[in-house]
């Protein structure tokens, strides 16, 4: 069963986020009260906990969920191979895969401080089409 780790959020971009016990992703924007909230393309990150697995498999250790500036620490899915157009009921939301993966941005504080950023390669993006919380524990499902 694929599942919600964590669900982090920060007040500014390009930084690691911070877990909160649930967020509320609204259409139109993703999740409330997050730097990268707004009516884009890229509302929602989300990465897996296998990613996290390479990068410590690199010998980088202290890795928390947030590291890598995603919104959604996700278990038992690979994201990055889901078809853009993919859509997920995580929680009492749904989101629809926008991209998979990004370019790094020069200065990046993450691959600074980490040595790597699985984000590029691994994170998706989505944007939010049914509102809804999110929670650690929650069930994620590919519903189209």
Not at 41 to 60: C, D, N, P, W
Not at 80 to 104: D, F, H, N, S
Request: charged share 25%; hydrophobic share 40%; glycine share 12%.
């Amino acid at each position: 069963m694929a599942k919600v780790v964590a669900v982090n959020i920060s007040e500014k971009k390009g930084i690691p986020k911070s877990p909160i016990g649930k967020g509320y992703f609204e259409v139109d924007q993703g999740l409330v009260g997050d730097a990268h909230a707004g009516n884009w393309h890229r509302q929602v990150s989300l990465l897996g906990t296998e990613s996290f697995e390479k990068v410590k498999a690199m010998g980088i250790k202290d890795l928390e969920v947030g590291r890598f500036a995603e919104n959604i620490t996700t278990e038992g899915i690979v994201l990055y191979k889901l078809p853009i157009g993919t859509r997920l009921r995580v929680g009492e939301a749904v989101m629809e895969v926008t991209q998979i993966g990004k370019e790094c941005h020069t200065g990046c504080a993450i691959r600074e401080q980490i040595g790597d950023c699985v984000m590029p390669r691994e994170g998706i993006f989505t944007i939010i089409i049914t509102p809804g919380w999110v929670k650690p524990g929650d069930e994620i499902e590919v519903v189209i």
